[in-house]
């Protein structure tokens, strides 16, 4: 069953749909309005017209709200994450066990390729 989220009354006719929730920003939700910065991978839909992207916004996991942040195709996502990569970004260990990971999965014997 697919769930559909309304974005927001300042978009209206676009569905909203957190397909996974990629990761914290923030470890602790802000206590005051239950939000945790969160990178997200959702659908929008406006006009019959689906589309996947990449959120980076705050999200209320009880209510599975989502508020002000910013929306990258997938694209704009990989761009983020070169330029960020390139200006020295990322721990060593987060980004060499990426690569073994990405590695693994086009070399079937696992480890390095050379």
Do not use: Q
């Amino acid at each position: 069953m697919r769930r559909t989220y309304r974005k927001s009354s300042n978009n209206p006719g676009y569905e909203y749909e957190i397909k996974e929730v990629l990761g914290d920003i923030t470890p602790v939700e802000d206590l005051k309005t239950h939000t945790i910065k969160r990178v997200l991978l959702s659908l929008w839909e406006h006009d019959g017209i689906v589309e996947e992207g990449v959120d980076i916004r705050r999200h209320n996991p009880v209510t599975n709200t989502t508020f002000g942040g910013i929306r990258l195709t997938i694209e704009e996502a990989h761009r983020v994450c070169d330029i960020l990569l390139e200006k020295g970004y990322g721990s060593t260990d987060v980004i060499e066990k990426a690569y073994e990971e990405r590695i693994g999965r086009f070399n079937p014997k696992g480890g390095k390729t050379e």
